[in-house]
């Protein structure tokens, strides 16, 4: 309805002056809005009905705000009289025990049996229930404003023991998103499947917004309109806090909910394990047969093979005892049939940023990555992952800035909202304590300012901004090259290329991936062809250097070894992976007693590319171009995936001594002169065994050659895994658990070892390297 058309039907009703003030109602509502790393999601709103029938018309628009329903007196009354009447009775009922059931039934026969006279009450109470489930309107603040279903039970029936329900607009966006989520049908693009294509969303967010409190009031909607043998069920980050979710939250919100919202249950108002909503013992009637209980464990396995109609996947951002990708994969089987294709039921995932863990932030990370809302496989309508992501920020609703009508004060209170909030906005309070920290600069001031901002994201880019550890790195400017690496891939520039390297051995008909070449004995025969890269999706390197056929596999033979034609080129150092001690498993970021294994290539300075004349911040070269954080299935395939990308790239092999792995497979596989050697102070000679080790002092000189790397050159840098590693890194004792810093690190100390001549190359062969590298043919990402 248009204002005219609201003058032309109201001025009778209602003054002229009060329906000037009014608005028309919004169409849509936005969620995703105003953060650079997201696209905003537009979502149809109902149509409005006629304002006549929209709660506080007429009412001047200062006086129109949500109001909470009130309970009637004489239904209070009416339930307190059956209470006292059985209470009396109570020596003739079976165990002389009044149950709250035996209450609210005979409540129920009361206002059958008296419906005249409770006409009034009776007409409330539909219209409550109509409101639970089909939304509700109201003119706030002279607009009109449609509320969700589930948010009106919310505000009205669910009790949070620990704080009061007020109307947020913020929540009433929140509760509309979950419904749309519900109930979609189509894909981005407005393409109609005829079934759901949406599992549930997923919801990252700051301390203390209700969001387990919300997410257990849609589980309760759902499960109780739901009929048959069907669970919805609560899980959390570990075997315990599921329970704490169930029993210190939901179990006081069925308590307090008014008897017409509560559907016959099995046992008393508090059944521990489960609230089963089925006809207790000898009683005739129908029956949910519907229930809501917990999962005792972290693990999948809980609910595998169970029929679900509702998940709250809690602080998956904490959750470390299991994969969430795992969990979540056959969570998804729980709650649809048909490999996905039928969805019937939903789930909600939130989690609070401020408390997630090194591994368990994350794989949630990568869950809300898989989630995105406008990517979508065209074939099923859904997202990678099932889900929709939200998003809203802390300063959107933060308590203390919300004004008379729940509108969020981000910035620049009116002189009416100064009333409830100061003089300054959520958005100014937060920046302004940022400003004080940052101006401070000390090292105790800039952790604060990185703590506000976990604990108040106001960028979805800070929800995954993890705690780093105490070990001198420049913690802004790697969360700066994060997040520009994160941006280029989101615009579709990724900065390295993911890929394997092949042999290609003459006369066989296709490339051999390390595993296929070890598993045919070539490694044993010595055999040998050309190394090259291959693009693909699922590749186990990433690469932001590629090298034209003429010039990868550099290498000459001498004495039956081969050497690298050009040694001072590049640099590699590994780490191998291997079974750790438990106290080691403990500091891992996955608990895993198998560590990954670790790959980086660093090129060295190029002066053919990089000469004295250009600013070092234009500099091409001096970065890591090759790195491989894996899992493989054997040592030997490992180390032949460490010796094919040495050769592709021909630089040296610097390894840990500690682990002679690497060491061993280049000297059986005839590498031995890609081996990096340091010199001997004493003797100017080499030591007598290649690469380092990886002792205490070591560790440390590895840590700050990183740091050194890191304050010049990280603006350069391409590789995300490095820089991320980087970033949560804890410390020297820690090393374990960042098998690919540790590779890069090698890699570093490698850089810095004295450079010991080979005599390996002829004059001729030194032309013709200066002559190649003056043109560079190479593509670079």
């Known amino acids: 309805m248009t204002k005219f058309e609201a003058y032309e039907e109201y001025n009778e009703m209602v003054?002229?002056?009060?329906?000037?003030?009014?608005?028309?109602?919004?169409?849509?509502?936005?969620?995703?809005?105003?953060?650079?790393?997201?696209?905003?999601?537009?979502?149809?709103?109902?149509?409005?009905?006629?304002?006549?029938?929209i709660d506080g018309f007429g009412d001047k628009t200062r006086d129109q705000y949500f109001i909470k329903t009130r309970y009637p007196q004489r239904l209070i009354e009416l339930y307190n009289k059956v209470s006292s009447m059985l209470a009396s009775e109570r020596t003739s009922l079976k165990n002389g025990v009044v149950t709250v059931q035996r209450i609210i039934d005979e409540v129920w026969e009361q206002l059958q049996a008296r419906q005249l006279e409770f006409e009034t009450e009776i007409l409330w109470i539909k219209k409550q229930i109509w409101h639970c489930h089909y939304g509700y309107w109201f003119f706030n603040c002279g607009k009109p404003t449609y509320i969700d279903g589930w948010h009106y039970r919310f505000l009205n029936f669910w009790d949070m023991t620990d704080a009061k329900v007020e109307y947020r607009d913020r929540d009433r966006r929140w509760f509309l998103f979950q419904r749309y989520a519900y109930t979609c049908t189509e894909d981005n693009l407005g393409n109609d499947f005829g079934r759901r294509v949406c599992f549930g969303t997923t919801y990252p967010k700051h301390r203390r917004d209700g969001?387990?409190?919300?997410?257990?009031?849609?589980?309760?909607?759902?499960?109780?309109?739901?009929?048959?043998?069907?669970?919805?069920?609560?899980?959390?980050?570990?075997?315990?806090?599921?329970?704490?979710?169930?029993?210190?939250?939901?179990?006081?919100a069925f308590k307090s909910m008014p008897f017409f919202l509560k559907p016959q249950w099995k046992g008393t108002q508090a059944p521990q394990a489960e609230l089963h909503f089925t006809r207790i013992d000898n009683k005739v009637g129908d029956e949910l047969g519907s229930k809501i209980d917990y999962a005792t464990t972290a693990k999948k396995k809980f609910y595998d093979g169970k029929k679900l109609y509702f998940y709250l996947g809690e602080e998956e951002g904490k959750t470390i005892l299991e994969d969430i990708d795992d969990r979540w994969d056959t969570i998804k089987f729980c709650l649809s049939q048909g490999g996905g294709k039928l969805i019937h039921g939903f789930s909600i995932h939130p989690t609070t940023v401020y408390e997630m863990t090194q591994g368990g932030g994350d794989n949630y990370e990568r869950l809300c990555k898989s989630s995105k809302f406008h990517e979508r496989n065209p074939e099923t309508g859904q997202t990678k992952s099932g889900l929709f992501r939200i998003f809203i920020p802390a300063d959107d609703g933060l308590e203390g800035f919300v004004d008379k009508y729940g509108y969020s004060v981000r910035s620049n209170p009116t002189p009416e909202q100064k009333e409830y909030v100061g003089e300054r906005g959520a958005k100014d309070?937060?920046?302004?304590?940022?400003?004080?920290?940052?101006?401070?600069?000390s090292a105790e001031a800039m952790e604060k300012a990185r703590e506000l901002k976990r604990l108040l994201p106001t960028q979805y880019s800070h929800c995954f901004t993890t705690i780093g550890g105490d070990v001198g790195f420049n913690t802004e400017l790697l969360d700066a090259a994060i997040e520009k690496l994160k941006r280029q891939i989101e615009t579709g520039l990724p900065p390295t290329v993911k890929g394997d390297f092949k042999w290609v051995v003459e006369g066989y008909p296709y490339p051999l991936s390390s595993k296929e070449f070890i598993d045919m004995g070539f490694d044993l025969k010595k055999?040998?062809?050309?190394?090259?890269?291959?693009?693909?999706?699922?590749?186990?390197?990433?690469?932001?250097?590629?090298?034209?056929?003429?010039?990868?596999?550099?290498?000459?033979?001498?004495?039956?070894?081969?050497?690298?034609?050009?040694?001072?080129?590049?640099?590699?150092?590994?780490?191998?992976?291997?079974?750790?001690?438990?106290?080691?498993?403990?500091?891992?970021?996955?608990?895993?007693?198998?560590?990954?294994?670790?790959?980086?290539?660093f090129w060295e300075r190029d002066e053919t590319v990089d000469p004295d004349s250009k600013d070092m911040a234009q500099w091409e070269s001096y970065r890591f171009v090759c790195t491989y954080?894996?899992?493989?299935?054997?040592?030997?395939e490992y180390a032949e995936d460490t010796l094919m990308q040495t050769i592709y790239f021909g630089g040296e092999?610097?390894?840990?001594?500690?682990?002679?792995?690497?060491?061993?497979?280049?000297?059986?596989?005839?590498?031995?002169?890609?081996?990096?050697?340091?010199?001997?102070?004493?003797?100017?000679?080499?030591?007598?065994?290649p690469g380092y080790y990886s002792l205490a002092e070591s560790k440390q000189h590895l840590y700050k050659a990183v740091q050194r790397y890191l304050v010049r050159n990280i603006n350069r840098e391409r590789h995300m895994e490095f820089l991320r590693q980087?970033?949560?890194?804890?410390?020297?004792?820690?090393?374990?658990?960042?098998?690919?810093?540790?590779?890069?690190?090698?890699?570093?100390?490698?850089?810095?070892?004295?450079?010991?001549?080979?005599?390996v190359t002829t004059p001729e062969d030194i032309s013709e390297y200066k002559r190649m590298l003056s043109a560079m043919p190479m593509f670079r990402y």
């Open 429 to 441: 309070y937060i920046v302004s304590q940022l400003a004080e920290y940052e101006e401070d600069g």
């Open 527 to 601: 055999k040998d062809g050309k190394v090259e890269f291959f693009p693909t999706d699922k590749g186990k390197w990433e690469l932001s250097l590629l090298l034209k056929s003429d010039q990868s596999n550099k290498k000459v033979k001498r004495d039956g070894i081969w050497y690298p034609m050009y040694p001072f080129k590049f640099t590699t150092s590994a780490d191998p992976f291997q079974f750790l001690k438990t106290v080691e498993k403990e500091k891992r970021d996955d608990k895993s007693r198998l560590s990954k294994g670790g790959i980086a290539t």
């Open 629 to 636: 954080y894996n899992r493989v299935g054997s040592d030997d």
């Open 211 to 252: 969001a387990t409190h919300k997410a257990l009031c849609v589980l309760y909607d759902i499960m109780t309109k739901t009929v048959g043998n069907v669970s919805g069920g609560i899980q959390s980050f570990d075997d315990d806090n599921a329970s704490s979710h169930y029993k210190d939250k939901l179990l006081p």
């Open 15 to 53: 003054p002229f002056s009060i329906l000037v003030t009014y608005e028309e109602a919004d169409k849509y509502f936005v969620v995703n809005d105003e953060d650079p790393d997201l696209r905003p999601i537009k979502i149809k709103l109902p149509n409005t009905p006629k304002w006549e029938y």
């Open 653 to 689: 092999m610097y390894a840990e001594r500690n682990v002679p792995l690497i060491n061993k497979h280049f000297i059986k596989r005839g590498y031995e002169g890609y081996l990096k050697y340091e010199i001997d102070e004493l003797t100017s000679k080499p030591k007598e065994q």
């Open 726 to 759: 980087c970033r949560v890194n804890k410390g020297v004792e820690y090393m374990t658990s960042y098998d690919l810093f540790t590779a890069c690190g090698g890699c570093l100390l490698g850089s810095e070892v004295v450079r010991f001549e080979k005599d």
